[in-house]
């Protein structure tokens, strides 16, 4: 039994096979530059990779190759086992709070959400489509960034912006990154064994979140009708005030599109640094570069703002948890995030912070009024559990 975990952006497609029940991960791979001169397929299975490079001029003819590497690399996918085709799809709006079957009206709702998510669910679409038409024989499963945070109290949800444009525009906190963070939290409650945590994520890989969770209901997170808002992450800025987009409309000179783009892709810690990279900071601040030094205090200030402002949200906090590339792999990170708390009671081990590992750990000392944890997310076992779940 597997579940074909497909990701579709704008111009690439990644997928996984999956056991939803072992968690491993049997084959997979990605297509790159979807529409550019030359394009670029990689497929693993077992021991082997297959790559191709070749032009792939639309996402119909880059899953119409994968599915035949799956054919002539394996595993092959015409037996029937696969049980479920799972999609991640970022916006699912006010319509989707958990997984859905897709169906033509469900195809209909992504497409009528693609307004709020302009980069991303026009992209999810041509893929989902392609993959319909192409794996018809199977329940092909809608897996939403935002459905994980539709929970949110609505006093965390709202905007106090004008309610009748914020009505006519959809415009309130969505979050993203939720299928991550409901996947580690689940994990954090299952490691310390209970129920009732009261606990803070901490997502941090190229894109970054926070959510706060109360057992297993989120009740705040970073992002919000974008992942543009928060914290301070590869490219973006995270929270600013928006004056400065006025500032820098009337002053700079500069159109929608252009501070766009310097929010989202030229800001962040590419923007301070010139590196978008964490490792690639860190090298800069061992060199003694001061815009590093400074980014790496801009990043950790901002993570601790959050946390102090949940932990208060919540009334206490149980546990606080890293995940995502820098999450798990950063213990120099880490370490500059938790000595920021110890008004809060937080007290690493050293040692357990330097261990690396795949698996859930706990880093704090014993003596620590908060456990803190290291969990691996794993977004694609999360959608393949998802999906198995309306199979
Ligand atoms: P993700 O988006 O989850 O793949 O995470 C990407 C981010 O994780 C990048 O900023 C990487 O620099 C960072 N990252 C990955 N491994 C490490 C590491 N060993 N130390 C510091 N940052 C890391």
Same mark, same amino acid.
């Given at each position: 039994?597997?579940?074909?975990?497909?990701?579709?952006?704008?111009?690439?497609? !990644?997928?996984?096979?999956?056991? $939803?029940?072992?968690?491993?991960?049997?084959?997979?791979?990605?297509?790159?530059?979807?529409?550019?001169?030359?394009?670029?397929?990689?497929?693993?299975?077992?021991?082997?990779?297959?790559?191709?490079?070749?032009?792939?001029?639309?996402?119909?003819?880059?899953?119409?190759?994968?599915?035949?590497?799956?054919?002539?690399?394996?595993?092959?996918?015409?037996?029937?086992?696969?049980?479920?085709?799972?999609?991640?799809?970022?916006?699912?709006? !006010?319509?989707?709070?958990?997984?859905?079957?897709?169906?033509?009206?469900?195809?209909?709702?992504?497409?009528?959400?693609?307004?709020?998510? $302009?980069?991303?669910?026009?992209?999810?679409?041509?893929?989902?489509?392609?993959?319909?038409?192409?794996?018809?024989?199977?329940?092909?499963?809608?897996?939403?960034?935002?459905?994980?945070?539709?929970?949110?109290?609505?006093?965390?949800?709202?905007?106090?912006?004008?309610?009748?444009?914020?009505?006519?525009?959809?415009?309130? /906190?969505?979050?993203?990154?939720?299928?991550?963070?409901?996947?580690?939290?689940?994990?954090?409650?299952?490691?310390?064994?209970?129920?009732?945590?009261?606990?803070?994520?901490?997502?941090?890989?190229?894109?970054?979140?926070?959510?706060?969770?109360?057992?297993?209901?989120?009740?705040?997170?970073?992002?919000?009708?974008?992942?543009?808002?928060?914290?301070?992450?590869?490219?973006?800025?995270?929270?600013?005030?928006?004056?400065?987009?006025?500032?820098?409309?009337?002053?700079?000179?500069?159109?929608?599109?252009?501070?766009?783009?310097?929010?989202?892709?030229?800001?962040?810690?590419?923007?301070?640094?010139?590196?978008?990279?964490?490792?690639?900071?860190? !090298?800069?601040?061992?060199?003694?570069?001061?815009?590093?030094?400074?980014?790496?205090?801009?990043?950790?200030?901002?993570?601790?703002?959050?946390?102090?402002?949940?932990?208060?949200?919540?009334?206490?906090?149980?546990?606080?948890?890293?995940?995502?590339?820098?999450?798990?792999?950063?213990?120099?990170? /880490?370490?500059?995030?938790?000595?920021?708390?110890?008004?809060?009671?937080?007290?690493?081990?050293?040692?357990?912070?330097?261990?690396?590992?795949?698996? $859930? /750990?706990?880093?704090?000392?014993?003596?620590?009024?908060?456990?803190?944890?290291?969990?691996?997310?794993?977004?694609?076992?999360?959608?393949?559990?998802?999906?198995?779940?309306?199979?």
């Amino acid at each position: 039994m597997s579940v074909l975990v497909i990701n579709s952006g704008s111009s690439s497609i !990644k997928y996984q096979l999956v056991n $939803p029940d072992s968690g491993a991960a049997i084959a997979s791979g990605l297509v790159e530059r979807i529409g550019e001169e030359t394009g670029h397929i990689e497929h693993n299975y077992g021991d082997v990779t297959r790559e191709i490079d070749a032009p792939v001029p639309d996402h119909a003819i880059g899953l119409e190759k994968v599915l035949e590497l799956f054919s002539e690399v394996g595993p092959s996918l015409t037996d029937g086992s696969i049980s479920a085709v799972g999609h991640r799809v970022v916006q699912g709006g !006010k319509y989707f709070s958990g997984p859905a079957l897709i169906t033509d009206e469900v195809q209909s709702l992504i497409e009528e959400l693609c307004p709020l998510a $302009p980069l991303h669910n026009p992209a999810h679409l041509k893929g989902i489509k392609v993959a319909r038409r192409l794996l018809p024989g199977v329940a092909h499963v809608a897996v939403f960034d935002t459905a994980f945070f539709q929970s949110l109290p609505d006093e965390a949800a709202t905007y106090a912006l004008n309610r009748e444009v914020a009505e006519k525009y959809q415009v309130r /906190r969505y979050g993203a990154h939720g299928t991550s963070h409901q996947y580690v939290s689940g994990k954090v409650s299952e490691y310390v064994g209970r129920t009732d945590l009261k606990q803070i994520v901490l997502h941090l890989g190229n894109g970054a979140s926070a959510s706060a969770v109360i057992g297993r209901k989120a009740v705040e997170t970073s992002m919000g009708l974008t992942p543009l808002e928060g914290l301070v992450m590869g490219g973006r800025t995270g929270d600013i005030d928006p004056a400065v987009i006025f500032h820098l409309a009337r002053v700079g000179g500069m159109s929608i599109d252009e501070l766009d783009n310097l929010f989202n892709r030229h800001s962040g810690l590419k923007g301070l640094t010139g590196e978008n990279d964490m490792r690639a900071v860190w !090298k800069l601040a061992d060199e003694g570069d001061a815009n590093a030094l400074e980014a790496l205090d801009v990043y950790a200030h901002r993570l601790v703002k959050y946390i102090g402002a949940y932990t208060a949200t919540m009334g206490g906090l149980d546990a606080l948890t890293f995940t995502a590339g820098a999450g798990e792999n950063d213990s120099r990170l /880490r370490a500059k995030v938790c000595e920021r708390l110890t008004a809060f009671g937080v007290r690493l081990d050293e040692e357990a912070n330097a261990i690396r590992s795949k698996e $859930p /750990r706990v880093i704090s000392a014993p003596s620590s009024s908060v456990t803190v944890l290291v969990v691996p997310t794993n977004e694609e076992l999360a959608i393949a559990r998802q999906a198995m779940s309306l199979v």
